[in-house]
Structure formats: structure tokens, C-alpha cells
């Protein structure tokens, strides 16, 4: 065999792997596929106040963007190189001041975010303690970390208590504000009173309640005056905001510590100019247009309405309770719920199955999403199919 052979044969070898991976993927009924979005009415994107599709906000933007100078295509670097402009420092005091907080520091997204937190802060021989179902991005930045780390129960806090006691070094508990696949909520004031109980620094994920909580969207622990008990915080602007990236909000020594140290921060090309443009002016637009969030809690309301009018006591499939716009009603089964969601895709919904192994085994659901633009109509239509399709699966 000469060497392009053998170097052939490896390669055979290695995409052998794949396509056996993949296949197996299939047989189990969860391959992931891209596919794009369609006109269907959306009950599936994270753009629960519209902001992402605004046409008025996108003209603000682009006529924002029209004043400033220099412009620039790319950041040309990190924020520690060429990357840093007085756009980004002038956003993060703005988001320190919004967020109620002392420093604030941007990252690309919200994944990075928390990477950089949960790998950086937490040190070898410290504990992190984290709720089961925090997002994959925690869990990611938790393995990266050294530190000693166990999940405690979904928003259980006596689970929480019990691993508190036996945790060692600093102690760091991790938890959302609003869970991204659940839509409930964190008991916070009671999980603050157990991080003081035992001398430990709460982190507060507020990706999904980032713009729909607290004055001018800044967050759950600001609506319930929590955040000076918060050892740090993370935003993200991809969901009710519209746009995309996140920032971490803590104090100064915080903000100096991962600029030092935290490796998702330093070794990436910082935003843009123009993204740095598009929060700015999301907030504003925000700010502006409070009736946003009023409008977003009455289609919750509808919702859970129509819920208990739709299937009352005899439940076909269990619904996690949730005021937020994020409802989960688990069909177990990666098939049934698929076979599901695909009947409503056909009748025009888009509404997407979460299977395992994103969620457990047998926590398998549909993952409906409620924004200000879905109609009282959009909605009826929803349960009517819902109906129908879960029936003809029994
Ligand atoms: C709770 C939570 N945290 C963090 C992230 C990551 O945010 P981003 O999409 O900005 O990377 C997500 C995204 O789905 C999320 O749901």
C-alpha cells in the first residue's frame, strides 16, 4: 500500500465511524437535521416580543448604524487586540446600568458566556452545584471547570440543601431564572436564602427572561430586587431581544477576572460595530414600547386558557405548568412526539418535538413558544390540531 492508499483507508476508516453514528442516530429516531424556516406560523423561535422580525426596528438600526463613523465590516480582533471600541465600552456601562449592577462584559453569545463563567471562576477543589436541567452551554462550561461538581433535582431545594452541606471549597450554585425547555420558573428567593445559609455565590442564567421580566427587560432578579444578592449574572440578546450575543453582569473584580482569564473571552474576534448598534437600539426600542410584554403575558394567558378548556382533567399527555411564553407538553417517545409535531407542521404550525437525549427519556415534548405576534386564531388553530393529531397517536 503506498502512502495515498493508506492515508485513504484512514480517512475510510474515520468516515466509516460517522456514517455508523449517524445511522444509529436515525434508527433511534433523533437524527437532527437542518432545515429552513418556512412561512408556517411561528410557535417555535425564541422571538417571543417580535424584535427579531420588527421592520421598525430594523429601520432604526440601519438608520442608527447610517450616523456612525468610522464604520467598520469586522471588529478586526479580541476585545484585548484591535477588537475594542469605544461602541462596546459604551454598551456595557449602558447594560451595567440597565442590568442594576457594577460592570458588565460582552461576549459573542450566550453559550460562550457561559462557558467562560462556569470554566473560569470556580477553581479546583471548589464545588459548583447545578440545577439538572441547566442548558447545555452551563454543563459544557462546568465539565471545563476543575472544580468538584454535582445537579440537584430539578428546582428542588431540598435536594439543593442536602448537597450543599456536603459541598467543600467556595461553593457555586448555577440556575435559570426561566428554564428553557421546562418555561418554570427558579424559586430565587428561597434558593438565595440557602446560598447565604451556606456561604455560597449564586449564578443566575437569564436568557428567557432577558426582555420579558423586570423594567425595560432587565431580567427576573431585577422584577423581584434580587440582584444585589446575585453573584453574577448572564443576559442574552438572541431570544426576546432579537439580535444576538450576551453579556455577564457581577461586579468590577469580576469583569477584570475574566477579561484575565476566562479563554471564551480572549482567544475570539470580538462583535461588530453593527451588532453592538443593533442591542443598543433593541433595548431603546424596548424601552419605548412597553405594551410588548403586556401583550406577550395575554397570549399566555390565552394559552393556558384554551389549555384547560381543550383537555381538562383527562389528560392524552401531561403539561408542564408555565406562565412564561415557553409551554412544554410532554408525549412521551421520540416517534410519537415527532409523529405529532409533523402534523402540525403539514396544517401550516410550526411547532417543534424535543427529543431525547435533549431532554430525558420519557420527558420527550413538544416545546411551544408564545410571541406577540401569534394570533388569538393562530392559537385556537394550535389546540384544535394539537388535539386531533395527540388523539389519533393513542
Ligand atoms: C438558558 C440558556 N442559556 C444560554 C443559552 C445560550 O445562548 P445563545 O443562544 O446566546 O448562545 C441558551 C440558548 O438556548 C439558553 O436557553
Known amino acids: ?25 436515525k434508527q433511534l429516531g433523533n437524527l437532527r437535521q437542518l432545515r429552513t424556516v418556512d412561512h408556517s406560523v411561528d410557535f417555535s423561535s425564541n422571538d417571543y416580543l417580535g424584535l427579531a422580525r420588527s421592520t421598525e426596528l430594523n429601520k432604526i438600526i440601519q438608520g442608527n448604524y447610517e450616523l456612525i463613523q468610522p464604520k467598520r465590516n469586522g471588529s478586526g480582533g479580541s476585545r484585548l487586540l484591535s477588537g475594542n471600541t469605544s461602541f462596546s465600552e459604551e454598551l456595557e456601562e449602558y447594560l451595567a446600568h440597565l442590568f442594576q449592577s457594577e460592570a458588565s462584559l460582552l461576549f459573542n453569545s450566550g453559550y460562550a458566556a457561559n462557558t467562560a463563567l462556569l470554566s473560569t471562576i470556580p477553581q479546583k477543589g471548589d464545588t459548583i452545584l447545578y440545577d439538572e436541567l441547566s442548558h447545555a452551554s452551563a454543563k459544557d462550561g462546568i465539565r471545563l471547570s476543575f472544580a468538584n461538581r454535582y445537579a440537584f433535582r430539578h428546582n428542588n431545594l431540598n435536594d439543593l440543601e442536602h448537597k450543599l452541606k456536603k459541598a467543600i471549597g467556595r ?10 425547555m421546562d418555561g418554570d420558573i427558579a424559586p430565587l ?11 455560597s455565590a449564586l449564578i443566575v442564567d437569564e436568557a428567557h427572561s432577558t426582555g420579558i421580566y423586570g423594567k425595560n427587560g432587565n431580567g427576573l432578579c431585577c422584577e423581584k430586587e434580587l440582584e444585589q444578592q446575585v453573584f453574577a449574572r448572564i443576559h442574552t440578546f438572541g431570544k426576546a431581544m432579537g439580535i444576538h450575543g ?18 471564551p473571552f480572549i482567544y475570539t474576534t470580538a462583535m461588530n460595530n453593527h451588532s453592538l448598534l443593533a442591542i443598543h437600539s433593541a433595548f431603546n426600542f424596548l424601552e419605548k414600547n412597553h405594551h410588548l410584554k403586556k401583550e406577550l403575558q395575554k397570549k399566555v394567558s390565552y394559552f393556558n386558557l384554551l389549555l384547560s378548556d381543550t383537555f381538562g382533567e383527562d389528560e392524552l399527555y401531561h403539561h408542564i405548568p408555565s406562565k412564561s411564553p415557553i409551554q412544554a407538553l410532554i408525549i412521551q417517545g421520540n416517534e410519537k412526539v415527532k409523529n405529532v409535531s409533523n402534523v402540525l407542521q403539514e396544517k401550516g404550525l410550526d411547532v417543534r418535538p424535543i427529543l431525547s437525549p435533549t431532554v430525558k427519556k420519557g420527558q420527550e415534548r413538544l416545546r411551544i413558544c408564545l410571541h406577540t405576534f401569534n394570533s388569538e386564531k393562530e392559537i385556537q388553530k394550535l389546540f384544535l390540531e394539537m388535539k386531533s393529531a395527540v388523539q389519533a397517536i393513542q
Open 246 to 263: 450576551a453579556c455577564v453582569v457581577g461586579s468590577k473584580v469580576l469583569k477584570d477576572f475574566l477579561i484575565n482569564f476566562s479563554r
Open 171 to 180: 461553593i457555586y450554585i448555577f440556575v435559570e431564572s426561566v428554564y428553557s
Open 1 to 25: 500500500m503506498d502512502h495515498g492508499e493508506t492515508k485513504r483507508s484512514i480517512m475510510h476508516i474515520a468516515e466509516q465511524f460517522l456514517a455508523d453514528k449517524l445511522s444509529n442516530r
Open 189 to 199: 428567593e428561597q434558593i438565595i436564602q440557602l446560598s447565604q445559609k451556606y456561604n
